[in-house]
């Protein structure tokens, strides 16, 4: 089977890469921007068609929170009119869509319970409103479809806030880091296992629907810098916790983002990494390919 992923230069992306690397039964076509203009429809209408696709894994998105407040045309077409272009594609050819969402699709409500995936989606900015948007324009569509949300994302690839505080806790004397936002980092390459894994066992077959993936457990940014710093080794800078209107925002974040992952871990039989471990993890990568 031919499997198209979009997106394929983002942290994701290149972590499918290193799936595929350790071999599959099925062939991957790994595109980004310059190979497919997933906002033309008609450009990816033919690359499906003539590829034979049967699987698209969608890891494109516009995922800057604070740039979308005022980019707010392009966030919508890449995160919900480019999907309704994936999800048309693949239904015409009788695939199956999997796609990328996030938790920013919950935080305007109060709670702190983790997040259901049947629980009313409210997002705070524009960011989750156009993720959002994708989610129902797949639905709309009425293709055969997984949906992933997922959190606070990193990985040894591009920018991203593993990479960013193992520079700052190395090169800054103090740092403030706000302590009253939780969530659950989650390591992309897990995401990208567990995905490749159900593919590779043809375990989407009758599983289409929503499901939670993050790391297992809880955490603040700021518990967050402080594990990173000291699994580094980078002692010599001071973190501080603050609170979020320290550091202005054009965008609300939801304070309390945590997602519960029983469905995904029922359906498809799987254990979820705690996220210290797999932090570790990718800090044991990150120095390993520095050195």
């Known amino acids: 089977m031919n499997i198209l992923v979009t997106g394929a230069n983002g942290q994701l992306g290149n972590c499918f890469r290193n799936c595929f690397q350790r071999g599959s039964k099925d062939n991957y076509i790994f595109t980004d921007v310059a190979e497919l203009d997933i906002t033309d429809p008609t450009a990816v209408r033919r690359m499906v068609a003539d590829n034979k696709i049967g699987i698209i894994i969608n890891c494109a998105a516009y995922t800057n929170v604070d740039k979308a407040e005022e ?3 392009f966030a919508e077409t890449l995160n919900s009119t480019a999907v309704r272009n994936l999800a048309d594609a693949i239904k015409d050819n009788d695939g199956t869509l999997i796609h990328i969402s996030t938790d920013y699709v919950f935080g305007k409500e109060p709670y702190n319970v983790p997040c259901r995936e049947d629980q009313t989606g409210t997002p705070t900015g524009v960011y989750g409103l156009t993720k959002l948007h994708g989610e129902q324009a797949i639905a709309a569509s009425g293709a055969k479809a997984l949906i992933f949300r997922t959190a606070w994302l990193y990985s040894e690839y591009g920018k991203n806030f593993v990479k960013t505080m193992l520079g700052l806790t190395s090169s800054k004397p103090s740092l403030k880091v ?3 936002q939780t969530g ?3 390591y992309a390459q897990d995401l ?3 995905i ?3 593919i590779e066992k043809r375990q989407y077959n009758g599983n289409e629907g929503t499901y939670h993936y993050s790391n297992e457990g809880v955490c603040s940014w700021y518990d967050f810098t402080k594990m990173i710093a000291a699994m580094a080794g980078n002692d010599t800078c001071d973190i501080q916790p603050c609170h979020s209107d320290e550091f202005p925002s054009k965008v609300k974040r ?4 945590v997602l519960d992952k029983t469905k995904v871990k029922e359906t498809f039989g ?3 990494p705690y996220w210290t471990d797999s932090l570790r993890k990718c800090i044991n990568n990150i120095k390993a390919h520095e050195a």
């Open 270 to 272: 799987i254990r979820i």
């Open 178 to 180: 706000v302590f009253d």
């Open 196 to 198: 490749f894994d159900i």
């Open 192 to 194: 990208a296992d567990t």
């Open 184 to 186: 659950t980092p989650t």
């Open 71 to 73: 980019d707010a045309a």
């Open 254 to 257: 939801p304070s309390y983002s």
